[in-house]
Nanobody
């Protein structure tokens, strides 16, 4: 079965960096685009970044452009989110996502907390 496992979250001061990882299994990783989403307390889950199967099409929400970088390693079945210059408003649970055959799959999430 499809499984996504996020890691790399934590507590960081404003201006700091974190690198999130999402290890995928149960499907042919290299053939599907991957995405990162986040959900802040009391808010709806929102799109953060997306990368297509080979990495040559990448999209970001405007609020993270220039600070976050999404990448994937097809050899390791892993997608990453490098987050630099973190801001308190980035505090959220971050989830990775894959859509296979019209069905969304999500990991359990990893908490990112940015202190001011």
């Amino acid at each position: 079965q499809v499984q996504l496992v996020e890691s790399g979250g934590g507590l960081v001061q404003a201006g700091g960096s974190l690198r999130l990882s999402c290890a995928a299994s149960g499907y042919i990783f290299r053939t599907f685009p991957m995405g990162w989403f986040r959900q802040a307390p009391g808010k709806e889950r929102e799109f953060v970044a997306r990368i297509n199967w080979n990495g040559d099409n990448i999209y970001y929400v405007d609020s993270v452009k220039g600070r976050f970088t999404i990448s994937k390693d097809n050899g390791k079945n892993t997608v990453y989110l490098q987050m630099n210059d973190l801001k308190p408003e980035d505090t959220a649970v971050f989830y990775c996502n894959v859509n296979i055959g019209g069905r969304d799959y999500w990991g359990q999430g990893t908490q990112v907390t940015v202190s001011s």
